[in-house]
Antibody, heavy 125, light 107 residues
Framework: QLHLQESGPGLVEPSETLSLTCTVSGDSISNPSSTSYYWGWIRQPPGRGLEWIAN???????YYNPSLKSRGTVSVDTSGNQFSLKLSSVTAADTAVYYCVRPRGQPHYWYFDLWGRGTLVSVSS | EIVLTQSPGTLSLSPGERATLSCRASQSVTNSYLAWYQQKPGQAPRLLIYGASSRATGTPDRFSGRGSGTDFSLTISRLEPEDFAVYYC????????FGQGTKVEIK
């Protein structure tokens, strides 16, 4: 059974870079026979709604929410069966629970059928 | 960007009652690419419905979705105790955006 687990620092200082990793277990992130070709990130500020951040194809193509204004970078590490998110120049507005997710559907038309448990990242000095 | 507006903000009902949640889009959603999620406190969201009306694996048949264009709805035919939660709609016809959520609480 496919499982996603986020990891990374729970506290990041303003203007620094937030870095998170999602470890995939139960399937290979780059297995051509896998039904899971895309991987992604969604965040949820405390007490608020959900915001899609980015998706990444297992071969490396990336797709971002324009609202991030080019601060985000997602990548895949096939050897570690992981994918990652980096968000630069963070502010308090980036404080949120960050979820790694599995996007499904047609390319560019994604819903999300599998979620990690989420990890809270606070931006504060 | 397509903005999704969910109503009501909070729905107070008793177990066994019928719940109808609304999700209205600021412009037409391509191919009815609309999904619904359930989120309980301290948990990640769980996919219930995709394509406006297709149940995800494991979604009980008391959950049903319908709609097209700009108006969509999620109906829970008879509320079970485990259904009290926050529900989000998401459109994926033009990038991916979420509504602000509807809380279904016990009356």
């Amino acid at each position: 059974q496919l499982h996603l687990q986020e990891s990374g620092p729970g506290l990041v200082e303003p203007s620094e870079t937030l870095s998170l990793t999602c470890t995939v277990s139960g399937d290979s992130i780059s297995n051509p026979s896998s039904t899971s070709y895309y991987w992604g990130w969604i965040r949820q500020p405390p007490g608020r709604g959900l915001e899609w951040i980015a998706n990444v194809y297992y071969r490396g193509s990336t797709y971002y929410n324009p609202s991030l204004k080019s601060r985000g970078t997602v990548s895949v590490d096939t050897s570690g069966n992981q994918f990652s998110l980096k968000l630069s120049s963070v502010t308090a507005a980036d404080t949120a629970v960050y979820y790694c997710v599995r996007p499904r559907g047609q390319p560019h038309y994604w819903y999300f059928d599998l979620w990690g448990r989420g990890t809270l990242v606070s931006v504060s000095s | 960007e397509i903005v999704l507006t969910q109503s009501p903000g909070t729905l107070s009902l008793s177990p066994g009652e019928r719940a109808t949640l609304s999700c209205r889009a600021s412009q037409s959603v391509t191919n009815s690419y609309l999904a619904w999620y359930q989120q309980k406190p301290g948990q990640a969201p769980r996919l219930l419905i995709y394509g406006a009306s297709s149940r995800a694996t494991g979604t009980p048949d008391r959950f049903s979705g319908r709609g097209s264009g700009t108006d969509f709805s999620l109906t829970i035919s008879r509320l079970e105790p485990e259904d009290f939660a926050v529900y989000y709609c998401q459109q994926y016809g033009s990038s991916q955006t979420f509504g602000q959520g509807t809380k279904v609480e016990i009356k």
